[in-house]
């Protein structure tokens, strides 16, 4: 009935998952628009954004859920596009995990292999549940188990089925913060132990940036930006990459030198931003949006503004409010070259003297710059974080 | 005064149920009784005679075959209408969705005698013979507005993703029908169930209007008090009766095993 790798017991590998121009709409709506995209075998990989931005729909074009509106999917070189879910090579854990309320926790993991004729099925079932560590809840009942527990047997019930690629839709969703940090380390556990290819949707840029191998931003039915996470979290493309993963201080400022230095000017201070990692071509006396991360900035207190060495980026500014959380403290502090700038200082040693209403200088190696198109919205992707939440 | 306060809410439940039992109790008696003349209305002395020969009255256990068989075929057909018309009106978006969401209620809504009296009109008009066939299809259709509204609130708080679910896991539509869609809406089909059954087996008015020359028990019952009431009905009635209760002891104690073990 399928092709499943799963007689052998084996993933034997089918290939990266591609998508060829993918899209959907329902009737006016576009939900994704044309996309593609190339899941490399045995990668863990994230689509990452805020509700609505197309993620979950592209994860369920994937499952055969739900039809394209124009576009290919291939599972290494097959065309699956056509295919009802039932015949495809995929498993999904659902958000809600979906678990069948009437059948007993090893039957749910076994729903998959007698559905495709497989007799004896006990030891693969129990196998399973070992691997996600239930072996004592097999004949429970779903609604008997807590949310993590019922959220493993959905991994389970996917993964018994040897599937070439797991989809994960947001599956840490419904848990509380501490199980999901747990279940995070768990769901990468049994990736690497198994090596099949996950796809994993998800609101949480934590989550995704702890987990993936790979992250693709979506936003508003497209991909913003597709890379490791380290690469997207220092090398934003979009202003909504950079806000919506982490922290970002976007300041606008006019162009004064092009070259492989570009010298900007932004509330009266100069900066200078490398010019490879300007996202847009930048031209003398155009707008560009520079852009740090809070943690890369230091602080100084203005009137030890002489000790800072030469050569770094400073902003000078009034720290507006301040708050402690332990491994670091956060400042918020407003400067002519822009309002409500972040900075996270390490509390190694605090200076007494930064405390809200004192005036400082912020300066940080320029290398740590990056340059933005300043036609984007300076604030996209701020909200949709706190949305999501 | 004080324990009255405390006690007032157990005192008014039994008192309602009290008043919901006390006709069966008096069925059940009078199942014992030996009248004296045709009538069954007061108490002479306790004898087993109805129960040794619950078929002693000529035409009774026909009739009450009859019955049962109607109830039975009427709960057969309503079932399988009112649950596809159930699933589609809770899965599918389609023209006159709502109006139909509506109508399904009409029967319920009715006068019974109201809808008695047309349905003999169409009959007559259609030229159908009236019968076992007339009365079932009668029973079908006012059975079907409550196995419709009994299953729909089923299937509406029904997660889709199960579905959804199965499909993902290599059950074609007919599996994932079977597998799934079935159990877990099963409890609102057996609810359906029983209503239709007990709606059909004691239907009255409009069985009556449109029975031809057959008779069912109800019938028999209403025809048999005009000349004298036999204690048989009594019997026939508390059998009924206990049966009833006996289920849904049973079901009680499945579903309290059920939640035992879930706990466990």
Known sequence: ?389 | MRWLRKNLVVIAGLLTLAYMILPNIVVMVFSFNKPNGRFNYSWQRFSLDAWKDPCGVADMCESLSLSLQLAAWATVGALVLGTMIAFALVRYRFRARGAINSLIFLPMAMPEVVMAASLLTLFLNMGIELGFWTVLIAHIMFCLSFVVTAVKARVMSMDPRLEEAARDLYAGPVQTFLRVTLPIAAPGIAAGALLAFALSFDDFIITNFNAGSTVTFPMFVWGSAQRGTPVQINVIGTAMFVLAVLMVVAGQIITNRRKKTATA
């Not at chain 1, 291939?74 to 295919?83: A, E, M, S, W």
């Open chain 1, 1 to 389: 009935m399928t092709d499943k790798t799963a007689h052998t017991g084996k993933n034997t590998g089918g290939g990266d998952v591609r998508l060829t121009g993918i899209s959907k709409a329902y009737g006016s709506f576009t939900a994704v628009h044309p996309l593609d995209l190339t899941v490399p075998q045995g990668s863990f990989f994230a689509l990452l954004g805020a509700s609505g931005c197309g993620k979950t729909t592209t994860l369920r074009m994937i499952a055969g859920l739900e039809d394209p509106s124009t576009g290919t999917i291939f599972l290494g070189d097959k065309d699956v596009t056509d295919l009802p879910p039932y015949k495809r090579p995929v498993n999904t854990v659902f958000q809600s995990y979906a678990l069948f309320p009437h059948m007993d926790i090893s039957e749910n993991i076994a729903f998959g292999l007698r559905r495709r004729g497989i007799k004896s099925v006990k030891k693969q079932v129990d196998d399973m549940l070992e691997l996600v560590q239930l072996g004592d809840k097999a004949r429970h009942k779903p609604h008997q188990l807590s949310g993590g527990q019922q959220q493993r047997v959905a991994v389970a019930r996917a993964l018994i089925n040897h599937p070439q690629v797991l989809l994960l839709d947001e599956p840490l969703g419904a848990l509380d913060l501490k199980l999901r940090r747990q279940m995070q380390l768990e769901l990468k556990r049994i990736q690497t132990e198994v090596g099949i290819t996950f796809v994993h949707v998800t609101h949480d840029q934590e989550e995704a940036m702890t987990m993936a191998d790979q992250v693709a931003v979506m936003n508003g039915g497209r991909v913003e930006q597709l890379g490791a996470p380290a690469d997207l979290y220092e090398n934003p493309q979009t202003t909504f990459v950079a806000n919506f993963l982490g922290t970002s201080n976007l300041i606008e400022a006019e162009v004064l030198e092009t070259g492989s230095d570009v010298v900007v000017t932004a509330g009266g201070g100069k900066l200078r931003v490398p010019g490879d990692r300007c996202t847009s071509a930048v031209r003398q006396g155009g707008k560009v949006l520079v852009g740090v991360r809070p943690e890369k900035i230091s602080l100084a207190h203005a009137d030890d503004a002489g000790s800072i060495a030469d050569g770094r980026n400073r902003v000078t500014g009034r720290i507006v409010d301040s708050s402690f959380i332990g491994v670091s403290t956060q400042y918020v502090v407003n400067s002519p070259a822009g309002a409500e700038l972040q900075v996270y200082e390490q509390n190694i040693e605090r200076d007494a003297r930064l405390r809200p209403g004192a005036e400082v200088v912020l300066h940080w190696n320029p290398a740590h710059t990056f340059g933005l198109d300043a036609a984007q919205d300076i604030d996209a992707g701020v909200e949709t974080v706190e949305d999501a939440g």
